[in-house]
């Protein structure tokens, strides 16, 4: 399945079948280097949260664990974000920016690869599972892992948590600092000009947001 340039599709995180967020994205591209999107500024989202509202960082993992939960609409506050899903990787690649469009940095978002999928109803998307780990990578290509302590504190809770192979998770982690080190795409410069189509308005969350997960 193949997006097209311009469309506007449901990116969503799922955790044990659940949706965990839903943010709807611009497809830039769509070719051999993967899915490119664009999450814009403003954008409605979906965030699950416990049942009295708070979100998975603020209470303790097993806590969190038991719910239950629901969805809570809100707004993609922060600067614009470019996204590159690889094909059949299980990470992807995000551009950071500041509130005046400059690139800040790269941020690897450690993940199972992303599955696509076309509603009956006519909302398309790709779902994934966020695996917690990520790596920052400044400008100049020093790097640092990310929230290693939330993931190190939710493998100790192996029957709640979706993230079952540390060490996959780990060694895909380790192949991409590889291509940070070397330079390599998407590392080498591509797309930190990037600016949006100033035609393009902010995706609306459509029908279809909370359609079932297609993986679990
Ligand atoms: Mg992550």
């Known amino acids: 399945m193949r997006f097209t340039p311009g469309e506007v ?6 955790r044990r079948g659940r949706i965990a967020w839903v943010r709807p994205a611009r497809v830039v591209s769509d070719d051999e280097r993967g899915l490119l999107v664009w999450v814009a500024r403003g954008t409605t989202v979906v965030n699950e949260a416990y049942h009295d509202g708070r979100f998975l960082r603020e209470l303790p993992f097993i806590e969190w664990a038991r719910g239950p ?8 506050a922060g600067p614009g974000v470019l996204k590159l899903m ?6 992807s690649v995000w551009w950071f920016r500041d509130d005046t469009d400059r690139f800040t940095a790269w941020y690897v978002n450690l993940e199972e690869p992303a599955v696509r999928w076309s509603d009956p109803g006519g909302a398309t998307g790709v779902d994934m599972v966020d695996q917690d780990l990520d790596i920052v990578v400044r400008p100049d290509r ?7 302590d939330e993931f190190t504190e939710r493998l100790a809770h192996p029957g709640q948590y979706w993230v079952a192979d540390e060490a996959a998770v780990r060694a895909e982690g380790e192949r991409v600092v590889k291509l940070i080190e070397a330079g390599d795409f998407p590392f080498d410069g591509t797309w930190t000009d990037f600016h949006p189509d100033p035609a393009w308005p902010t995706p609306p969350l459509v029908p279809g947001w909370d359609r079932p997960p297609v993986i679990v």
Do not use: F, Q, S, Y
């Open 9 to 14: 599709i449901l990116h969503r995180n799922v």
């Open 69 to 76: 939960h629901r969805p809570v609409v809100g707004e993609w």
């Open 86 to 91: 690889p094909p059949d990787a299980a990470h």
């Open 142 to 148: 020093t790097w640092e892992w990310k929230d290693e």
